[in-house]
């Protein structure tokens, strides 16, 4: 198993919809947990931290599921510039502490 | 509020040439890495650096050296480029291992 899977899609979602995607992860011990965002031939940034009683950032939801070793990403009332692809990342299992999925690319249609 | 900086954006270069990546950041943070991406890859670890005086491999370390000048700096050097190293390059600095990073913009490199 992978340490870190995403499903590398494309989600195909139109304008106003409300998508989630999910990340799982092989390592029990991992303690930190983070969703990026990269837009298309830029470098990713820092969406949100998922901390253990989940967290709210706008339209933006992110949870945690220990027991069964995800993460969620929600993403409420879609705009178009919410399309990019969306990188899960995880501490533990890589040599610099972090791991990181080889993400979801999103496309938000009009 | 620079956050982490790469020079240069853009890099072609012949088979058998030599360069070196800069990347400064103004966070005051301990940690530093160099990653590559490539299509279908995903991010993958060249080198980083815990903290200033160490640095240690990543994942995919041949071929590229690195330099932690100071706590700000991090360079990585391609002695002898190769096609197989055409890639887009991105700097990230930490606080510390495991924390959150904040990358650079990237270096889009073509070896010919």
């Known amino acids: 198993r992978k340490e870190v899977e995403q499903d590398p899609g494309p989600f195909n979602v139109p304008e106003g919809a409300t998508v989630a995607f999910n990340c799982t992860y092989s390592?029990?011990?991992?303690?930190?947990f983070f969703w990026y965002r990269q837009d298309c031939r830029k470098e990713p940034k820092l969406l949100m931290s998922v901390y253990s009683s989940g967290n709210e950032d706008g339209r933006f939801t992110a949870q945690l599921n220990r027991a069964s070793q995800y993460i969620s990403l929600l993403i409420r009332d879609s705009k178009l510039s919410d399309s990019a692809t969306y990188l899960c990342?995880?501490?533990?299992?890589?040599?610099?502490?972090?791991?990181f999925g080889k993400g979801t690319h999103l496309i938000i249609q009009p | 509020n620079a956050g982490v900086t790469q020079t240069p954006k853009f890099q072609v270069l012949k088979t058998g040439q030599s360069m070196t990546l800069q990347c400064a950041q103004d966070m005051n943070h301990n940690s530093m890495y160099w990653y590559r991406q490539d299509p279908g890859m995903g991010l993958r670890l060249i080198y980083y650096?815990?903290?200033?005086?160490?640095?240690d491999k990543g994942e995919v370390p041949n071929g590229y050296n690195v330099s932690r000048l100071n706590k700000r700096e991090f360079s990585l050097r391609l002695e002898s480029a190769a096609p197989s190293q055409t890639s887009v390059y991105f700097c990230?600095?930490?606080?510390?291992?495991?924390?959150?990073?904040?990358f650079g913009s990237g270096t889009r490199l073509t070896v010919v």
């Open positions: 650096s815990a903290s200033e005086g160490t640095t």
């Open positions: 990342v995880v501490t533990g299992g890589g040599a610099d502490g972090l791991t």
């Open positions: 390592n029990s011990a991992s303690q930190s």
């Open positions: 990230a600095s930490s606080r510390d291992r495991g924390y959150g990073y904040t």
